[in-house]
């Protein structure tokens, strides 16, 4: 069962990145059970930008500490 923090990190993932349930659910699968990998897994399997990758890292960062 994701945590809090991750579904809030994929509810952004998908309004503000405008990531499919698709792409977050290939993320997740390659992110395996370290869900604090899910922002480099979308960015190793081309699913975002080096720049989306940053606006996450941002978003991230703008939670707080233990944000997954």
């Known amino acids: 069962m994701p ?3 991750q579904t809030q990190l994929i ?3 998908q309004t503000e ?4 349930s698709d792409a977050i659910a290939i993320g997740l ?8 990998l ?3 897994a979308l ?10 990758l940053s606006q996450i890292f941002d ?3 703008d939670l707080g ?4």
Do not use: H, K
């Open 38 to 40: 899910l922002p480099m």
């Open 3 to 5: 945590s809090q923090r």
């Open 43 to 52: 960015w190793q399997y081309g699913l975002v930008t080096t720049e989306q």
């Open 11 to 13: 509810e952004f993932l």
């Open 59 to 61: 978003w991230l960062e």
């Open 17 to 20: 990145i405008a990531l499919s």
């Open 65 to 68: 500490p233990a944000a997954l």
């Open 29 to 36: 699968r390659q992110a395996g059970q370290a869900t604090n």
